[in-house]
């Protein structure tokens, strides 16, 4: 067993094991939960899904072959929908097409059964240490929207659930996320959105209207006649 100290930064975060063998999964939860702040342990991809609607998620340690639906075509649904879960593949395939499939899915980690408590411990203590990095770089706008500035992702705060923005839209959120503190003027987002095209004189408030739209109407605030400014939260996810 890893030292809890070394393991304190855990508590703070939530985990869903997903695992069609009971004698496992009741072991590997068992442990999980002196760490870490609350663990969902389920027998199928079905109840997986319905733990993931009902709460927040960090991090999955799935298997990879289960019966009905495996774990490849679990995690890309999940990553289609919340691609800010860390994921972890603990499974005994080595079939080919499995791994290459899994390979595209941005894992945290891959390890195969049967796995050491000291290997399975450091692949999350890393884990661990890319969600506080990644969460330094996480905005939570006023409203209930959060910005992952490094792998530019907006989703709802309290479910994870991603909010599909445009790519102007996202240079737009970046560039206000950038200048957390200062108010960019029509003319300096306009130069920076578009330099060199020619744009109608209402683009950015119509820009700013349907990112709003999107992420909240108190997101983003109107200075009048100065500009605009992104709205945080009292502090950073």
């Known amino acids: 067993m890893l030292d809890l100290g070394a393991m304190s930064c855990c508590n703070r975060y939530t985990v869903l094991c997903v695992d069609d063998e009971k004698e496992f999964l009741d072991y590997l939860s068992s442990i999980l939960k002196l760490y870490f702040s609350e663990v ?39 990553r289609s929908e919340r691609s800010t879960i860390s994921v972890i593949f603990l499974t005994a395939c080595f079939e080919k097409d499995f791994l290459h499939a899994a390979v595209s899915l941005g894992l945290d980690a891959y390890l195969r059964k049967p796995v050491t408590l000291e290997n399975l411990f450091a ?31 907006v989703y709802a705060t309290s479910s994870r659930k991603i909010i599909d923005v445009t790519k102007k839209e996202l240079e737009l959120l970046c560039l206000l996320v950038k200048n957390e503190h200062n108010v960019l003027s029509k003319s300096v987002i306009e130069s920076y959105l ?10 950015v408030k119509t820009l700013i209207k349907k990112l709003r739209d999107k992420i909240g109407e108190d997101a983003i605030a109107t200075h009048s006649t100065v500009g605009y400014s992104i709205v945080l939260e009292e502090r950073n996810l």
């Open 123 to 153: 692949t999350l203590q890393q884990t661990v240490e890319h969600i506080e990095h990644r969460s330094s770089k996480t905005y939570a706008l006023k409203g209930g929207v959060s910005f992952d500035l490094i792998d530019e992702v």
């Open 194 to 203: 578009w330099e060199f095209e020619s744009v109608a004189q209402s683009s």
């Open 40 to 78: 969902h342990a389920v027998l199928s991809v079905k109840e997986a899904y319905e733990v993931i609607e009902e709460h927040p998620i960090d991090i999955i340690i799935t298997d990879l072959y289960m019966p009905k639906t495996n774990g490849i075509d679990f995690i890309k649904k999940i």
